[in-house]
């Protein structure tokens, strides 16, 4: 039986097993000496659910767990990694319906303080469309870990974003919601839901919200900010709110709300026409 110390060593406690094989998430290249580590995503024409457009959104999965992992590599004995910024900028041209399999290379940015910055490179084919960074910081080792739930999903080309990260859409008194329903595979190894889904769920709720019904405004930039444990239940949910909508470009706000009311996460995306 791995010990909770033990575990720690050899898995990154906030992209475990379970989201990567539901994200169809692969190690292509691991150097945890020089903190490097290339991984691939598969992107299947997801859409949006709340709009139906394509989404860029699921990006923020892969950009968690590559440079993500980097800071995991840094700790210190005794120590796990817990987000707390995750950021993604993106090209406007050739992400417009991603099909196929996304890279993200990734390694370490700067020297190793009280937090780590990984910093990964997105591409897809031949060319960069983009790049994320994940900003964590270090907690001591303590307690034992949640066990990890069989898989219940058996994904196929026809199955949705949303039902990959097991969402739907519901209605607030703002308008229509992304609902986060409970799913133990997409949760990390403490039992909260994990940062990359989160942000993926927080990115389409405010496209929605910039975009209403139109579409036409792509995301360029996804900034994150993870305040507190975002634990998934019957009203936990991501909020949309357009902040301003221009000529070219539209700014909103997104909130991930957990089961108990409060405000887990904050993020804001910037979108041009």
């Known amino acids: 039986m791995t010990g909770v110390d033990e575990r720690a060593t050899e898995y990154d406690l906030e992209t ?13 290249e ?11 995503m598969p992107m299947e024409r997801f859409r949006n659910p709340i709009t139906g457009a394509p989404t860029v959104g699921p990006l923020a999965i892969l950009i ?8 995991h590599y840094r700790r210190r004995p005794g120590q796990w990694t817990v987000s707390s910024e995750l950021s993604m900028d993106l090209s406007l041209d050739g992400v417009e319906e991603l099909d196929g ?5 990734a390694h370490a940015f700067g020297p190793l303080g009280s937090t780590s910055l990984g910093i990964c490179t997105l591409t897809y084919g031949d060319k960069v469309i983009g ?4 900003r964590s910081f270090f907690i001591p080792v303590d307690g034992a870990l949640i066990p990890r739930a069989p898989e219940t999903l058996q994904p196929s080309p026809e199955t949705s974003f949303a039902e ?8 607030d008194d703002s308008g229509p919601v992304l609902m986060q329903r409970v799913d133990p595979n997409l949760n990390n190894d403490i039992g909260i839901v994990h940062g990359g889904v989160a942000a993926a769920g927080l990115e389409l709720a405010a496209s ?3 975009n209403g019904a139109d579409g036409a405004l792509r995301t360029g930039s996804l900034r994150v900010n993870f305040l507190r444990p975002f634990f998934a239940g019957a009203h936990s949910r991501y909020v949309g709110t357009r902040l301003r909508v221009g000529r070219n470009t539209g700014v909103g706000d997104a909130q991930a709300v957990g089961d108990d009311g409060k405000t887990a996460i904050t993020a804001r ?3 041009y026409r």
Do not use: C, H, K, W
């Open 16 to 28: 475990p097993d379970s989201v990567q094989v539901r994200f169809g998430i692969e190690y292509l």
């Open 269 to 271: 995306v910037t979108a």
């Open 101 to 105: 399999s996304v890279l993200a290379t």
């Open 164 to 171: 990959l990260m097991a969402a739907d859409v519901g209605d």
């Open 30 to 40: 691991s150097r945890p000496d020089e903190a490097t580590a290339v991984y691939s």
């Open 131 to 134: 790049g994320g960074t994940v």
């Open 208 to 210: 929605a919200a910039i």
């Open 64 to 71: 968690d767990a590559a440079a993500g992992i980097v800071n």
